[in-house]
């Protein structure tokens, strides 16, 4: 069956950083674009960003832009997220996630997800 383990966040300095990575198994994780969610305490789930089938296509909510990095490997079947320059705002459960449609692009809404990470959670503070 599909499933998404993560590994990797923890606790980091306002302006530190953090990598979070996400193994993949039970599908065939190249033809499927993935994305970064996360979520603070007493928040709706918020979309980080998102990577293409390929890996040449990325895009980002502002709050994380020029700090965060998606990236994937498809032959490790593995997808990353790099947090750098880290703000206390940044604390949350974050998730990778596997569109559903194995023809869409990256996408920004929860409902168009199938299938979720466990959660890793990312702490800043000093």
């Known amino acids: 069956q599909v499933q998404l383990v993560q590994s990797g966040g923890g606790l980091a300095q306002p302006g530190g950083s953090l990598s979070v990575a996400c193994a993949a198994s039970?599908?065939?994780?190249?033809?499927?674009?993935m994305g970064w969610f996360r979520q603070a305490p007493g928040k709706e789930r918020e979309f980080v960003g998102g990577?293409?089938?390929?890996?040449?296509?990325?895009r980002y909510t502002d709050s994380v832009k020029g700090r965060f990095t998606i990236s994937r490997d498809n032959a490790k079947m593995t997808l990353y997220l790099q947090m750098n320059n880290l703000k206390p705002e940044d604390t949350a459960l974050y998730f990778c996630a596997k569109v559903t449609d194995s023809r869409a692009g990256t996408r920004e809404m929860p409902y168009s997800y199938d299938a979720w990470g466990q959660g890793t959670q990312a702490t800043v503070s000093a």
């Open positions: 039970g599908f065939t994780f190249s033809d499927y674009a």
């Open positions: 990577i293409n089938q390929e890996g040449s296509f990325t």
